[in-house]
């Protein structure tokens, strides 16, 4: 009977007949598996179109916490009647080909190590591994077109050298972390688009549009000064329909919407020199999907607006401005960053969890990034877990490195940054609870020209109050991302793959696959500070944290890195612990 790694590696063994799975009949999670159990079913041939893959390690994400609540209601999955058609969670997985139908032979080969990009689209039709499509809680099953031929091509992403089973699985969420620090949000106006242009009556300031005229099919122009409309009918092309609505209050804001957008929102909407924080706040709700929204002024507004969260995460709604009266210089990513500030401060609100850590270790490992990354959580044994991996990490980086719990110091926030900043403000705040209150607060502890970054999502509909007045004034930055893509992945995995990034650090806690459900269950009360790992072909080793190893399972234990951080070594000792083939 094949046993160890080699033979594992290698696919030194025969296939079984029979995969054990967690298949998702309903929403909660007592109908994962039945009766609280996996069960077992054929291991099918693959057919010319298809791949049969070994699914070596999958990751636990939060994010399938609305699936399990909402079932087949959840918009990935169109309704679809799970009692009968189920699906599978486990979408941050690591796979191996194990056999090639005939029309993929050119391209895949058994023993070839796959990571999976789980956000698919085919026919521009969102579906995702692990929720359309059943996912990798199994430990053998078909991959075919509706993966490796969509509308990217192929959502599979090979992986070479010593990348570990558990670094390919967390890839994924890695992909989500690089993804939040790239330019995602839309910084010209749209081409073909509909832009809605606000002045104020009175105002007599000699506006220009140097560049972005030729975008838009239509321009809406309301209480625009005389002078500016005079420049775009003579810049623009002979096609862009040019229409004056004046005299408009929030009434006619709404019905402009109904009438020109149909309900979908303007492309591009532009605010000149406006001092009501009301007016702003109105305005903003008409914001298409990747809409822009500029405000071209040198005054301050009567107040703070109210600012829909939920959509900068989720819509990628953007929000820029500036000071002069060239409404085109608010545009460009040379004026709009997304990355955090060189040399600065960073503070990572709620970053105990799995994917805040993340954060704070791309934070002090990014070259050139800030030099001070404060994180804080309220959950003191995360906090405790947050120090020790990260403190060593910094200090070797020659950064510094400050956590903070805001329910236990006998301080503020603000004044801990002021302590130990002595500004009191910050650069950079990334916000990894989906807490709108925290969003808000959040936001207080910028510079003017600082950057706020909503990574956890809360639902659109879900408004901030914000002092807007520095988007134009000092060049505030408001972003948000959901997901990754491919290219997101690649560059993880090329990272993995050259030693420049160690996915491995996440990982908190390891299970068998007997003990999805359970890790399911943890995962969704929070019990572990990092990532857990479920590797689907290990039967029989119970959801244990990596502390805990060394009681139960020395041999792995002693594989561990400093701090108990789970290595390639350690799982290539678990598999030497717990695998043998022809089982």
Known sequence: ??????????????????????????????????????????????????????????????????????????????????????????????????KVGKNLAGKYHPGQRLAIQPDIYHNQVSTAYGYTIPGGLTQYHLIGPEVLDADDGAYVIPVEGDVGYAETALTEPWACVVAAYTQRRRLVPRVEGLMWIVGQPGDETSYTFTSGLEAPKMICLTDVPATLKEFILDKKPESTEVIDLNNLNSDGYSKLWKDLTDEKGFDDIILLSPTSAEMVSEAAKLIGFRGTFNIVSRQPLDGEPLIDAGRIHYHYTTYIGNNGTDISASYGEERNRCELRSGGVAVFIGAGGPMGQMHVQRAIELENGPSL???????????????????????????????FNPTTADESLQDFIKRVTEEGYVDDVVVCVPVASLMQESAKLLKPDGMLVFFAGVPAGTYVKLKFDAVYMANLQLTGTSGSKLKDQEVVIQKAMNEELNPNRSVAAIGGIEAARDGIEAMMNGVFAGKILIFPQISGLPLLSLDEL????????????????WTTEAEKALIEEFWCGDK
Not at 20 to 47: C, D, H, L, Q, T
Request: with cysteine.
């Open 550 to 565: 060394e009681t139960h399972f020395p041999k792995i234990a002693e594989k561990l890195g400093k701090n108990n951080l």
């Open 1 to 98: 009977m094949p046993c160890g790694f080699e033979d594992y590696s290698g696919l030194n063994y025969k296939i079984p007949e029979k995969t054990i799975a967690w298949n998702m009949y309903n929403a909660g999670i007592e109908n994962i598996g039945r009766n609280g159990k996996p069960e077992k079913f054929a291991v099918s041939k693959p057919n010319d179109n298809q791949l049969l893959v070994r699914v070596d390690s999958v990751g636990l994400c939060y994010s399938d916490v609305k699936l399990i609540k909402m079932g087949g209601s959840h918009p990935k999955l169109y309704d679809q009647d799970l009692s009968t058609n189920p699906t599978r969670l486990g979408h941050e997985a690591a796979l191996t080909v194990v």
């Open 373 to 403: 990354i404060i994180a804080t959580e309220i959950n003191e044994k995360r906090l405790d877990v947050l120090d020790k991996i990260n403190s060593p990490l910094a200090a070797a980086r020659d950064k510094r490195f400050e956590v």
